[in-house]
């Protein structure tokens, strides 16, 4: 769905993903500047780790779990291998 270029890779969220048959979003990080190169619309397959969004530790503090539920993510992650480019179409993003 998006991919937000970061200082050491990229942020990718993806739409529609099979989790406990609950379809969701959810938002991979991934390190590497070659990762720049996919776009919206890629089909890609990756090993991941992922984790239920967690809630705010501190009573007063910024609750970042709540906000990405919000924007629909159910999970969050990040990379374990390599990002492998099966197909699709794409709209250049940035």
């Known amino acids: 769905e998006q991919i937000i270029p970061t200082v050491d890779g990229v942020q990718i969220i ?18 590497g500047k070659g990762e720049r190169d996919y776009r919206a619309g890629d089909y890609i397959k990756a090993k991941v780790k992922l984790f239920p969004l967690q809630s705010s530790i501190l009573p ?7 906000y ?13 291998s390599e990002i492998e480019k099966l197909a699709g179409d794409h709209k250049p993003l940035f």
């Not at 990405?68 to 374990?80: D, F, K, R, V």
């Open 68 to 80: 990405l539920y919000l924007q629909g993510i159910g999970a969050t992650g990040y990379a374990l």
């Open 14 to 31: 993806m739409d529609a993903v099979k989790l406990n048959d609950i379809i969701t979003k959810v938002r991979i990080n991934v390190k």
């Open 60 to 66: 007063e503090a910024y609750n970042f779990g709540f």
